[in-house]
């Protein structure tokens, strides 16, 4: 009898150990070379690791943290691709709020047979942060669709950023930007990105000379030149619609003057679009051709008595 019961006892200690193996595998082969299961969240910003089942998230890029995956797929799938180009499409305005991610996937098809090099995104710094007026990040970026590289060279070229000055983290939670790049990969897979954020106070003089700093740069590649802008803040839809009108007719006018005096009543970054509109006119494009014009209200299908409106547009120049 006792025998018995040592041998079920040995039994049952072998059974625990491969049981304890068994779950110690499962474990390793998820978290091996720092791939984590989809879904789940990072216990520091309690956001969740974006990578695909494919594709691991690799450590020490820039993560798109406010990517949301139903979101995303339901904006390509109902994009509109709008055809008719006098020419060649050499830049664009699109916003960075993810509510209007359906004109966002919109602008991004419309543009996705450009075989672009690169993309030159130029947005807000809406909290402010760092030392510098301009910042920018010399990282790759970790999408749901493969790795999206910078073009290093050229970030130092207009920037005269050095790699020790480059703003990973910064970058990362600034949704201007973060939040197009997984667009920027899906439409644009072999293009590369340079990122560059702006401060609110970087006045009419700096951005007119960045612009032509930009333009001088990219003039002997295939390049996009991208304003990641939202426009009218905390309005009714109606003075909302109201200031969108003022703003249009500045931005058909080229009037970096009146852009340069204009509030988040217009526009979240005048210095991302006077430093826009000076690259486009460097380019020689024939202006603004508007895609899309919407209103967080109205997407929402709910009353706000403050409201963020959106544009889309693109600027060619003749073949």
């Known amino acids: 009898m006792n025998k018995l019961l040592r041998y079920m006892a040995v039994c049952l200690t072998l059974i625990i150990i491969a ?6 595998s499962k474990t390793t082969g998820n978290i091996e070379a720092g791939i984590k299961p ?11 690791e974006i990578g695909t089942k494919d594709t691991p998230i690799i450590k020490d890029m820039i993560r798109c943290i406010y990517y949301n995956d139903a979101e995303f797929m339901q904006s390509i799938r109902i994009a509109n691709k709008q055809e008719s180009y006098k020419g060649d499409i050499v830049g664009g305005i699109v916003p960075h709020h993810l ?14 047979n450009g075989n672009y090099d690169c993309v030159v995104v130029i947005g807000p710094n809406h909290k402010r942060e760092g030392n510098q007026m301009l910042n920018t990040a010399l990282e790759s970026w970790s999408t749901p669709f493969g790795v999206l590289e910078p073009d290093d060279n050229l970030i130092k070229r207009i920037t005269g950023i050095k790699t020790s ?6 970058l990362e939670v600034e949704h201007s930007v973060s939040s ?6 899906y439409y644009l897979p072999d293009a590369k990105i340079v990122p560059v954020i702006l401060h609110g106070n970087y006045g009419m003089k700096k951005s007119i000379e960045l612009g032509h700093k930009i333009y001088s740069s990219i003039s002997q590649k295939k390049a996009l030149v991208i304003a990641s802008v939202d426009f009218s803040h905390y309005l009714t839809p109606e003075k909302a619609d109201k200031m969108d009108e003022i703003t249009l007719r500045a931005l058909k006018s080229w009037d970096i003057n009146a852009i340069s005096q204009m509030t988040n009543d217009n526009m979240d970054s005048p210095p991302s679009i006077m430093t826009f509109l000076t690259v486009m006119k460097d380019a020689g494009t024939d202006g603004l051709r508007l895609l899309g014009h919407d209103n967080s209200a109205r997407i929402a299908k709910t009353y706000s008595d403050s ?3 959106y544009f889309t547009a693109v600027f060619e120049r003749n073949k």
């Open 180 to 185: 197009i790049v997984p667009y920027i990969k």
């Open 165 to 170: 000055e480059s703003k990973t983290r910064l």
């Open 307 to 309: 409201t963020t409106s």
């Open 19 to 24: 049981g304890g193996f068994a779950a110690c």
């Open 38 to 48: 989809i879904g789940t969240k990072d216990p520091e910003r309690g956001v969740p």
């Open 99 to 112: 509510l209007a991610c359906d004109l966002i996937a919109s602008f991004f098809k419309t543009v996705s």
